[in-house]
């Protein structure tokens, strides 16, 4: 038992080092971190499928989570098998590290200081492990002693220095105070407001305008970049015929637009409540490009995210008239840190893998010939449109319903081709249509009701959606890999 307690507490020691200098050096380069961004970039498709999936937004805590039992368990092998004269489990600690160094440099913008906490945190682990183990081997009282206070003493040093580690560097990377000074921009183009028809307030029924609170977030960040607007620039470069390069006061000086945007993610599972509809405020890409402007040859944006995250938008799009946008607000207020603060892209109608780059800092004007972007680089589609699609919002699946006059309701969106149509049926009957509320923009999410006589029993409800082209939501099930699930929306509901 004693051994296993000197692996776990040298492994706690590891890191707390590790994070108390990567403060010093910069967050990627915690062993913690490294190791955690590294397992998400090269997880297969259907496990982090399974895993947003299973735990939503969530799946950044089931990670670290994970990754804490399994440094229990090998901490405590570690231990375990360490000798004095046969140092097995330091060996292991060595392999570990060498994990923890490789992850850390081959990060985007690494360089070979980001081995070091990692190599110091390892070689601090060791030796407390040698110490450890030397002490639980003593079997008298007073090996026991010795065993019980340095174990205490790492233990403490450990915590300390992880807490330190992670103070210091929420210190030096705070932006709390740069939002708070934050003026959100009077939008020269302001949205239209939400015409009373559009939200039709029921209960159970998604809310037409999501909080930033409530709001989906998915991406690969596990450590949010936090940037301030004295240090933030854009580089718009490429093939395009004046190379910009824009601050923060640059953007303040330009004429603001405000549009009502619903974002999906491409990871949204039939049904699911990964989407969201908001008001951003910021500024035109197209603008922005044009003044770059883009040559003849090129078809695709590669935007890069402050923490290495790329995402290839058809250049197209982003010229076609769409409200694409660099937005620095979201529903009147600076953007959330997790968000992206303090720029992103915005663009309707392509899922956010493909277009909704956080922490933006570079816009590279290039074709797809010629770059790929994170997700395409590990078998996604190229262009990522959205697919028409519905949800039932009420009643929920798996839960009860009371017999009588019930109201089924939900949400539909075909972002940049708007709703037209929405279609329910119950146990496999004939389609009814829904009541849509009023269309606010083609961009938006549209809500919609159907009255039904709940008799008791089982019953499973569908829903499907037909956007302004004509197009049906197909019945076809599809996973979201490679560029977005399909199926009818459905329930199954008990009546009593």
């Given amino acids: 038992m004693k051994r296993a307690i000197s692996g776990i507490l040298a492994a706690a020691f590891v890191l707390g080092v590790g994070e108390l200098l990567a403060a010093l050096i910069g967050p990627d380069s915690s062993p913690y971190v490294a190791v955690g961004s590294a397992v998400v970039d090269n997880t297969p498709e259907a496990v982090r499928e399974w ?32 000798r004095r004269r046969a140092p097995y489990g330091s060996a ?20 070979l200081t980001s081995a070091v906490p990692t190599l110091v945190g390892v070689a601090a682990g060791i030796a407390v492990l040698r110490a450890l183990v030397t ?85 690969t960040a596990l450590v949010v970049p936090k940037v301030s607007t004295q240090e933030w620039s854009l580089r718009i470069h490429g093939m395009v015929d004046r190379e910009m390069t824009l601050t923060f006061a640059d953007l303040q000086s330009r004429m603001s637009m405000e549009r009502m945007v619903t974002l999906t993610c491409v990871s949204n599972p ?53 409200d694409a946008m660099l937005a620095v607000a979201m529903n009147g207020q600076p953007l959330p840190v997790e968000h992206g603060y303090p720029a992103r892209l915005i663009v309707p109608g392509l899922y956010g893998y493909v277009s909704a780059t956080k922490w933006v800092t570079d816009l590279e004007v290039t074709r797809f010939s ?64 829904a009541a849509l509320s009023e269309e606010y923009s083609r961009d938006t999410w549209r809500q919609w009701t159907v009255p039904w006589s709940a008799a008791s029993g089982s019953h499973l409800i569908e829903a499907r959606a037909t956007d302004s082209t004509g197009e049906v939501q197909t019945e076809d099930l599809a996973d979201t890999v490679p560029d977005g699930a399909t199926g009818y929306a459905q329930v199954r509901v008990a009546v009593a």
Avoid: C
Wanted: aromatic share 8%.
């Fill in 51 to 82: 895993a947003i999936g299973t735990f939503g937004t969530s799946d950044k805590t089931a990670l670290f989570v994970g990754m804490s039992v399994i440094i229990v368990g090998l901490a405590a092998l570690a231990g375990v098998v360490e």
């Fill in 92 to 111: 292991l600690f060595v392999v570990l590290g060498l994990i923890g160094i490789v992850s850390a440099t081959t990060r985007s913008g690494a360089t």
């Fill in 135 to 219: 002490r639980a081997e003593t079997v008298d009282g007073s090996g026991r002693r010795s065993f019980l206070t340095f174990g205490a003493v790492i233990a403490g040093s450990a915590v300390l220095a992880g807490v330190a580690g992670r103070m210091l560097s929420a210190s030096t990377r705070s932006v709390t105070q740069d939002r708070a000074t934050f003026a959100v921009p009077t939008p020269t183009s302001p949205a239209p407001p939400v015409p009373s028809g559009a939200d039709l307030k029921l209960s159970g029924l998604s809310t037409y305008v999501t909080d930033n609170a409530d709001f989906y977030r998915i991406d």
């Fill in 270 to 322: 039939i049904g699911g409540d990964l989407v969201g509809n908001a008001v951003w405020t910021g500024y035109s890409l197209k603008d922005l490009l044009e003044e770059a402007g883009p040559q003849a040859k090129a078809d695709m944006v590669l935007s890069s995210s402050r923490d290495a995250f790329t995402a290839g938008t058809p250049l197209e799009v982003l010229l076609d008239g769409r």
């Fill in 370 to 433: 010629k770059a790929t972007a994170y997700w395409t680089d590990r078998g996604w589609s190229e262009k990522g449109p959205i697919k028409t699609a519905t949800r039932i919002d009420t009643p929920r699946e798996g839960r009860s319903a009371a017999a009588g006059d019930v109201v089924v309701a939900g949400v539909a969106w075909a972002q940049h081709r708007g709703i037209s149509r929405v279609e329910v049926r119950f146990d496999g009957g004939p389609w009814t249509d």
